[in-house]
């Protein structure tokens, strides 16, 4: 890894004890990792597998409190012990064998001040690996398996707890493009991630989240809508067109489309009444 200093982040919610082997896919590339778990109840052995794992601190909270937090978490510590940058991982994605160092060649070919750098996500959905320049600009990349510049982190403040999950990645990154900071992608750099149980039905693509989640999106979509329409207009009108043709499949193709619709509207509902955090369930 050269010169630079790099620490990563996991984020566990109730893990699957395979989801230890993802780890060690990447935990080699990094000279410290923060396990922050979100679970209420922690599984001990997952506990006790990870504690003797080199270079690893775990941090169980006791409670869910959201990929945001998490991430903060991991960002405050690595700045504590003096590292540079934070990979992002979720507890389901696997690393190729050079995801780091690839990045890092990506931010030392850049003339600009990158703020973070993405690989690319190989899902099963996209199996096509991109071709051509070994870097590109990209919008709003996905947190996992990002390389974050905790410096840029300082500067523009940290994500969004009161998100809580959904968005908090789209906002960060819009907000480090606002003061000035490039986003870019490694093309070679590889991760397999889930992104869970997913159909595709011609242009429709149904995602088959839950009520819950569907709450949260809606919720956090207009949000950034609403903060950032006049910066970055092309990309907040194009996300409102998906928010569309969510809103059809979850309608054509999906089951609870009752339960998700009236969750879509709540959700909208806590946006207007400025409602954010975690979702209390009867009490909103």
């Given amino acids: 890894m050269g010169h630079h200093c790099c620490a990563a982040v996991v984020i566990l919610y109730h893990p699957q004890r395979d989801y230890l082997d993802n780890i060690r896919t990447w935990i080699e590339q990094v000279d410290a990792v923060y396990v922050v778990d979100n679970s209420e109840s922690p599984d001990l052995t997952i506990a006790e597998h990870l504690s003797v794992l080199p270079g690893v601190t775990y941090l169980a909270q006791g409670e869910n409190r959201g990929v945001a937090y998490g991430l903060n978490l991991g ?24 995801l780091v160092k690839t990045m890092f060649e990506c931010l030392d070919a850049s003339a600009a001040t990158v703020g ?76 397999e991630h889930e992104v869970g149980n997913v159909t595709r039905f011609g242009p429709f693509i149904a995602t088959n989240h839950s009520p819950l989640r569907r709450y949260y999106k809606t919720r956090n979509r207009f949000a950034v809508f609403a903060e950032y329409r006049r910066d970055f207009p092309g990309h907040c009108l194009f996300d409102l067109v998906r928010l569309a043709k969510e809103a059809a499949s979850i309608v054509l193709f999906e089951r609870e489309k009752g339960a998700k619709l009236r969750m879509m509207w709540r959700g909208w509902r806590d946006f207007r009444r400025g409602k954010f955090g975690k979702f209390e369930g009867g009490s909103r």
């Fill in 75 to 98: 960002a405050r510590k690595a700045i504590e012990a003096g590292y540079d940058y934070l990979l992002t991982m979720d507890q389901d994605s696997r690393a190729s064998g050079a």
């Fill in 116 to 191: 973070i750098i993405s690989p690319f996500h190989l899902t099963r959905a996209v199996r096509q690996r991109p071709s051509g320049a070994t870097c590109s600009d990209v919008m709003t990349p996905m947190t996992s398996g990002c390389l974050l510049n905790l410096s840029a982190w300082r500067c523009i403040g940290p994500f969004r707890e009161d998100f809580f999950i959904d968005f908090v990645d789209d906002e960060f990154c819009l907000r480090l493009r606002r003061n000035g900071y490039q986003v870019l992608q490694a093309n070679a750099a590889l991760l």
